[in-house]
């Protein structure tokens, strides 16, 4: 791969990203912070629930939440 290609496929993935984003913002506000910090940044369940103050199984239910309508949203992308 060259330098043109990879340029070429970074923009693609960070057009995706922020189309996810988009539809990220436009979730419940319990779900959307789960969403951004496990689905998003990376954290773990259990360091969710303590960044959040909640326990790991509402952090769970809520992710769970949130990945079922990022889901149904993210099917009609292009």
Known sequence: MNYDDQVQQ???SQ??????????????P???????LCDVQGFTIPEAAIILGLGPEMVASR????RRQMDARLQGLP
């Open 10 to 12: 970074d923009t693609a």
């Open 15 to 28: 057009g995706e990203f922020q189309r996810v984003l988009m539809y990220a913002f436009g979730l419940r």
């Open 30 to 36: 319990a779900w959307r912070e789960v969403f951004l």
């Open 63 to 66: 992710l769970d939440q949130a």
